[in-house]
């Protein structure tokens, strides 16, 4: 069974990077785009961007300039830092599956998300 | 990434229909993917490609699309089916819409 963790700082002050990592288990860790994707509270969803495991990134135009996502495939891991923040950036942050080679672009596993909260 | 554009919120009477649907540009050359979310939990995937199930949800979900707009419908709503339901479409997800089961 697939499983993506999120983990950590839950409290990041306002000016500084939030960096997350999420660790997969049960799975193979090619073949996918790794991606890191947000819902600020009571609000949608917004993907941020992904990584293949080759580290080949694409990321929302609007996040750009402040995001960095990376891989250490020996870990099983990817990586998010996101630079600069506000309060805007507080939302809940998941990373997430996305098979590379299918027809279809789907997100077949999440992991169960963190909240980051963005003091001033 | 483009926008896609949902209805905000529906409601359907337990045991009826309910079409939910997604609408963009990305659309006439993608199919959508459909999440279900429920409060405080992860998006579910429950529909991708031309209609395409995943193991587990139940064949009361199917998709469908034409031209520019993406649809889900559920037939045969049950009260577990009330959530919010966001398309995706290659890098870019709809506004979501809430169903509402009376």
């Known amino acids: 069974q697939v499983q993506l963790q999120e983990s950590g700082p839950g409290l990041v002050k306002s000016s500084e990077t939030l960096s997350l990592t999420c660790t997969v288990s049960?799975?193979?860790?090619?073949?996918?785009?790794w991606s890191w994707i947000r819902q600020p509270p009571g609000k949608g969803l917004e993907w941020i961007g992904y990584?293949?495991?080759?580290?080949?990134?694409n990321y929302n135009p609007s996040l750009k300039s402040r995001v960095t996502i990376s891989v250490d495939t020996s870990k099983n891991q990817f990586s998010l830092k996101l630079s600069s923040v506000t309060a805007a950036d507080t939302a809940v942050y998941y990373c997430?599956?996305?098979?590379?080679?299918?027809?279809?672009?789907?997100?077949?596993?999440w992991g169960q998300g963190t909240l980051v909260t963005v003091s001033s | 990434s483009s926008e896609l554009t949902q209805d905000p919120a529906v409601s359907v009477a337990l045991g009826q229909t309910v079409r939910i649907t997604c609408q963009g540009d990305?659309?006439?050359?993608?199919?959508a993917s459909w999440y279900q979310q429920k409060p405080g939990q992860a998006p579910v995937l429950v529909m991708y490609?031309?209609?395409n199930r995943p193991s587990g949800i139940p064949d009361r979900f199917s998709g469908s699309s034409s031209g520019n707009t993406a649809s889900l419908t559920i037939t045969g709503a049950q009260a577990e089916d009330e959530a919010d339901y966001y398309c995706?479409?290659?890098?870019?997800f709809g506004t979501g819409t809430k169903v509402t089961v009376l």
């Open positions: 997430a599956r996305v098979p590379r080679y299918s027809s279809s672009w789907y997100i077949d596993y």
């Open positions: 049960g799975g193979s860790f090619s073949g996918y785009f």
């Open positions: 990584i293949y495991y080759s580290g080949s990134t």
């Open positions: 990305s659309l006439r050359s993608n199919y």
């Open positions: 490609g031309k209609n």
């Open positions: 995706d479409s290659r890098d870019s």
